[in-house]
């Protein structure tokens, strides 16, 4: 399934909360999110530009397959999309211990703080992560949803992101890569640098 989705950053989260509330948007949660990203130990998905992602959202647990379609190919280096195939699980750490077991490696523990905004069928996720400014994400059931809502924002199209956070982090010099724990108490270098999307 394709993800409609597009990425905003150096925004003033002050405003942005100001203009959510006035244009009839509700919030629905903040909390933290925690996420394992998983790959086989050929690094195959990472050179295909996919990954696997177990995260724990606190009401539930989800487990998603990811993959940039057209990696780089739009206009700044942007995707032309995301493919994605996302379903829920039952138990964080059996799920943890499954993919493990057979054979999987650790590839990154990552944690950000979500807090999502409602607008009828548009979400507006205000993520913030270690070590970066936060953006906003502003996803629908389709590519009118998302421009409904840049429009209903006031932001400029011009400077939407179809993109990753991984490579969001690079524009202010984080580079994933470089880390197997990357949360907000503890930041772990890894002593081989993968590429890692998250």
Excluded at 10 to 27: C, F, P, Q
Excluded at 105 to 124: A, D, G, P
């Amino acid at each position: 399934m394709e993800e409609f989705e597009v990425v905003f950053t150096d925004i003033n989260i002050k405003e942005t909360r100001a203009k959510l509330e006035s244009v009839g948007a509700k919030k629905i949660f903040k909390r933290t999110y925690h996420r394992l990203n998983f790959e086989y130990p050929d690094w195959r998905l990472d050179k295909n530009n996919s990954w696997i992602r177990l995260r724990d959202e606190g009401e539930k647990v989800t487990l998603a397959f990811k993959k940039r379609i057209g990696a780089g190919a739009g206009e700044h280096d942007n995707d032309l999309g995301m493919e994605e195939i996302e379903f829920e699980v039952s138990n964080y750490e059996k799920v943890r211990d499954f993919f493990l077991a057979i054979g999987f490696v650790h590839k990154l523990e990552v944690e950000n703080r979500r807090e999502r905004w409602q607008y009828q069928n548009i979400q507006f996720d205000l993520d913030t992560y270690p070590l970066i400014p936060t953006v906003i994400e502003i996803e629908s059931d389709s590519w009118d949803g998302v421009s409904k809502g840049i429009q209903l924002l006031g932001f400029d199209p011009a400077k939407q992101r179809i993109c990753s956070m991984s490579q969001i982090a690079k524009d202010y010099g984080v580079d994933y890569a470089d880390y197997i724990i990357y949360r907000f108490d503890k930041q772990v270098k890894r002593e081989q640098p993968r590429h890692s999307e998250i």
